[in-house]
């Protein structure tokens, strides 16, 4: 057995299997995989194997994609057949708010290239009989997708790999890891078999690897425990049923008619699929319980859990409605497995917080759909350090610290039953909440703050009237809380409005050698004393990694806030690139203080009257003006007892001030405010106009327009990149030129949607041309409006575009950046 590695992936799933493929297919020579048992032990082994190309997510959407193709490839390449029935996907709707889903899901379908049809309840109804139709109002069709055996697949590709040199260890178990400053030293255990049992022995081995990739499955929490970091990966109880022949499907299949495709009903939170003159039921219900908090015990091997019917009796008495022959059928065979969540529902992979090459693949519930994808997306990462998709929504950084146990638990119960709920874009989840809260909580929700979940945090989305019920308000087109939102994006531009921004994430960085390394770190000038600056991070690709705003407090120190969502994958990067430098630079103290501030941003034509009602300053009347206090500086000051680090700044586009203050003075803070706006009409405002404001002003987000897929030449913001300077990912950025554009388009959509910011983009003959990352409604404009990515050739201000909404192709136009006061007159009126 080989000790020293390029690679040893942990585990031997599908998941497993597919990464050590894709090192090898990528080129690494040296990779090792383990496994503690046997090949597809875990999960992989009782899966039902379907491969749905259906998902929500832009970077799932590719790797789904990939791995139907790539697993097409496969039996070419290793003789072994998978078992992959490409027998297609119907996935029905019985409300037009499923269809209206389903338009939105096409959009993004169409922007990843997964070909999709539409088939009527009549159309379903002569293609397969046997399905009843009267109460449905139509389906989406995929007739690539379908199911394949999740063993012979993950064998398939073991001998894959294999054959390009990967060495595959069984019975052996990655115990101990330690970081020996360039490579891992990894103690494995032979394990060995007592009394039924797959316990440790006595015979151990050290192998040294430079990466290690851990996808241990249900095991996530003893190597979270083993590698000393949090990975939210707990397993929830998921069954599915074999049930008896069906005479009537055998009887049809007879008459020579093709296999019925895998048919989800989704309001029906069921699959059915064929299986040998039966059917297969596999349910997402109400009440499954996580399993193995705390890790799987020895006596857990290859095993499944009791059946409980109970738990899927609705399920199963819809599957009846839906596919009447059935209803005589015996139950033949019952599944009842783990599978693994994440409080999101997406895996977690890439790098591991905190470690050195160590890369993660853990938390996947739809893992053999997953597999390929993930191992060529994951390779690319440690091959070539990026994917060629950006992979942030399933880093393993997007949850920091403050994640617990019970909290991944209750929540990975949560995302389980809401497998096949509406995916509402603006869906709130309920489960672990409140738990993040910023002082001014109670008063906000005392003024009907309805809230979003943001990295845990309870963050103002909007205002509505006491009683109103967020839940009821969801829709795919213009939710009942839209008018709540309309009336506070014009309370900014009109009149002045008070947003909570306390979830913003914040680093202090000091030190003597602070300066010269924020210089390489980030792309634009560093800014004067008292001065901000815009400015990016790059990965070593040149694309984006993090924005910041920066704030030079003085000489060697720094204040930098970047996206609220993102504090841990942010702090993560941040640390790693100070540890990298320091020998460098000299001393650097890098400091998350993101809980010890608040934030208010006031912004409005009238939030310097507000402000100067409340300022402590010994010419009140001229502290707030533009000579005392211009746009993009920064000044402490005093409201009335609250220290403040002011910062002119205002996402919305209007004349504004973030308020960086003390947490614990964050009521007083607030009660100071409301007093002083009331007689100025002030308006508590929420992140969901925030949204639509920026927008106005082509202010670009994080995770919508700036992420690892474009550089900031791509996002069009060349004023914050000094190409004067040396940066970090400088070169890189240069190379790749302008693969595509980031725009502003105003829309005649639909009288009752807005882009949620993952729609298509065509030209007028209906060539795709791009895609839309952000979208919403303006109220300057009184129109829809988005921000998206086109290719250059036809990012010229003025194209005629149109936007897929709804199913149909709606007139857009690009339009100069920032449409609403394009000069920022508003954001610098002097006063
Ligand atoms: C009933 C049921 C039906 C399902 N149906 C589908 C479906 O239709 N489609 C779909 O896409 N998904 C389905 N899934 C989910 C799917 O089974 C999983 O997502 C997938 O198998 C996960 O693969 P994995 O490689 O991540 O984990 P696993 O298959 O669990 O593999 C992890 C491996 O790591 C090994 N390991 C752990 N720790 C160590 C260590 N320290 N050292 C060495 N080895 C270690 C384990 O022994 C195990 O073999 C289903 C799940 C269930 C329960």
Known sequence: MKTNVKALVVGGGAVGT?????????GWEDVMLLERDELTSGSTWHAAGLLPLFNMSFATTHIHKY??????SLEAETGLNAGFAVVGNLRMAQTQERMDEYMLYASTAETCDVPYQWMTPDEIKAKWPLIRTDDLKGALYHNTDGYINPADVTQAMAKGARQRGVAIERKWQADAFHWNGTHWEVTCVKMVEKGGNLVPSDETIVITAEHVVTASGNHAQTTARKLGIKIPAIPVEHQFIVMDQDPALVEFRAAGNVEHPVVRDADAQSYVREERGGWILGVYEKGAPAVFEYGVP????????????????????????????????GLKDDFNGPICYTPDGNPMVGAAPGLRNMWLAEGFSFGITAAGGTGYYLAQMMVDGEAEIDMASLDPKRYGDWMTTEFAARKNEECYDHVYILHHPDEERPACRPLRCS???????????????????????YYAPMGFNDHDARSFRRGGWWQYAVEEAKAVREGVGLIDATAFTKHVVKG????????????????????????YALTAHGTTRTEYTIVRMSEDEYYLVSAGAWTAYDADFLRKAVEDKEAEFGRIEVQNVTTQWGVFAIAGPKARAVLAEVIKDAEPETALSNKRFPWLSAKKIELGMCPVNAIRVAYTGELGWELHHPIEMQNYLFDLLEKAGEKHGMKLVGARAQNWLRQEKSYRAFGNELGRDATPVEADLPRFVDLEKDFHGKAEMVAKGVRSKCVTVLIDGPADADPWGREALYDMDGNRIGRLTSGGYSVAFEKSIGMGYVRPAVAEVGTKVQVKMLDKLWPAVIVEDSPYDPKNAAIRIDG
């Open 298 to 329: 020895d006596s857990f091997r290859a095993d499944l859990f009791p059946l409980d019917l109970e738990r899927i009796e609705e399920q199963y008495m819809a599957m009846i409605h839906r596919i009447p022959s059935c209803e005589e059928s």
């Open 512 to 535: 003597p050698g602070a300066t010269a390394f924020l210089d390489w770190f980030t792309t634009n000038k560093l800014p004067r004393v008292g001065r901000i600056n815009l400015t």
């Open 439 to 461: 002082p001014a909580y109670d008063r906000q929700a005392a003024r009907g703050a309805q809230f979003g979940f943001v990295n845990g945090w309870e963050r103002p989305n």
């Open 67 to 72: 791995s139907v193709e790539f697993y097409k």
């Open 18 to 26: 597919s990464i050590a493929y894709h090192l090898a297919k990528a």
